[in-house]
């Protein structure tokens, strides 16, 4: 079965086709970083306008790309939410009508069990259950995964989420914006046992984060120390990165262990980052956990996961009507 997914609840404007939950047969990502760079962080009408743009564009080049005809997808899968809303609902109305016209399912896509789903279009996928680690700009929490669209939330964050502590750090340190790339390479360079932070939560047995503290004890350091700071740069990063994937790798470790589950995956932007790729690699070994982080292209948005996920929705018989809207947050 061929699914149509298309992705625009941020700033990536998204589109992809995915045979049977698992192949990819394309996934074009069409970035507006260069759009938003210049404000430090995402413009809504600017990202809403950038969609419409890129929309059809980027749809076309998917299926073209994906060596099959439009008239073979079988199913339009996009995200519904959690987004910006008026990002959202170009690509909403866009598949609503992609539907429509070929006369095929429409599937509304939770954006969170999307990035779930992308653990599925790696050849080695867990099984169920498995503990989730979704860690992104916009969500960081940890989710207890039955099936495809099953998950119980076991912690969230209290207050920014992980990739937005990196993005905010990053900002504060003049890096520019999206900071968790930057931070990620810089923090090579650096010594993380130089500039020790707070590491939040970390005395607290349950799964829930705080990420504001950490943000907030950068932003000291670097007012106490103005003349310096910059030839500190890397440390600070460094130190900032360690305190984040610390907490991070340790809750998710406890969640499996508190769930007997022996299957852990990471997904969302932040999965991209290398030292929380090695750290929670590292220590679920010597737990016994096997650990699922797909590739780096696959934990930033994009449509390829949302197909993913459609195809399971759709063999739920979970469709969506050409009447429903669109949902900012998380339900
Ligand atoms: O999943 P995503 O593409 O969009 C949301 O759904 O939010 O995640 C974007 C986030 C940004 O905050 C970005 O700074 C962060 O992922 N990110 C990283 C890395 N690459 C992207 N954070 C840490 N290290 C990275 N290598
Ligand atoms: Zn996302």
Redesign the pocket.
């Known amino acids: 079965m061929y699914i149509l997914g298309i992705e625009t609840?941020?700033d990536?404007t998204a589109a992809g086709v995915v045979q049977d939950g698992t192949a990819v047969l394309s996934s074009k990502i069409s970035s507006q970083i260069e759009v938003h760079h210049r404000y430090g962080g995402v413009v809504p009408e600017l990202a809403s306008r950038k969609h419409i743009e890129a929309i059809v564009p980027v749809v076309a080049e998917a299926v073209s790309d994906s060596g099959i005809k439009t008239h073979q997808i079988d199913a339009v899968a996009v995200t519904r939410g959690p987004?910006l809303v008026g990002a959202l609902l170009v690509g909403f109305s866009f598949a609503k009508a992609f539907a429509y016209s070929l006369g095929i399912p429409l599937i509304g896509v939770n954006?969170l069990e999307g990035?779930i789903n992308s653990v599925f279009l790696e050849p080695q996928a867990p099984p169920f259950p498995f503990v989730a680690l979704l860690?992104?700009?916009?969500?960081t929490g940890i989710y207890y995964v039955t099936s495809h669209t099953a998950v119980e939330l076991m912690g969230q964050t209290r207050d920014d989420?992980?990739?937005?502590a990196?993005?905010k750090v990053?900002k504060l340190l003049g890096l520019g914006y999206?900071?968790?790339?930057v931070?990620?390479r810089l923090s090579k360079e650096g010594n993380p046992k130089k500039i020790v932070f707070t590491r939040p939560y970390l005395d607290k047995s349950d799964f829930d984060f705080s990420f504001s503290g950490i943000k907030t004890a950068v932003r000291h350091y670097v007012d106490k120390h103005p003349s310096v700071f910059k030839s500190r740069i890397a440390d600070i990063a460094a130190g900032f990165?360690a305190a984040v994937v610390e907490v991070l790798a340790y809750k998710l470790i406890n969640a499996a262990l508190k769930k007997e589950c022996g299957h852990i995956a990471v997904v969302?932007?932040?999965a991209?980052?290398?030292n929380?790729r090695d750290r929670v690699r590292h220590d679920a070994e010597r737990k016994g956990l096997k650990v699922y982080i797909p590739s780096v292209k696959l934990?930033?948005?994009n449509a390829a996961m949302i197909a993913a996920a459609g195809f399971h929705y759709l063999n739920a018989g979970m469709q969506t009507g050409l009447d429903d809207d669109v949902f900012s947050r998380a339900k």
């Open positions: 609840s941020c990536e987004g954006h990035h860690v992104s700009g916009g969500h989420a992980a990739g937005e990196f993005d990053a999206p900071g968790g790339g931070i990620d990165q969302g932007g932040v991209a980052n290398s929380l934990c930033g948005d």
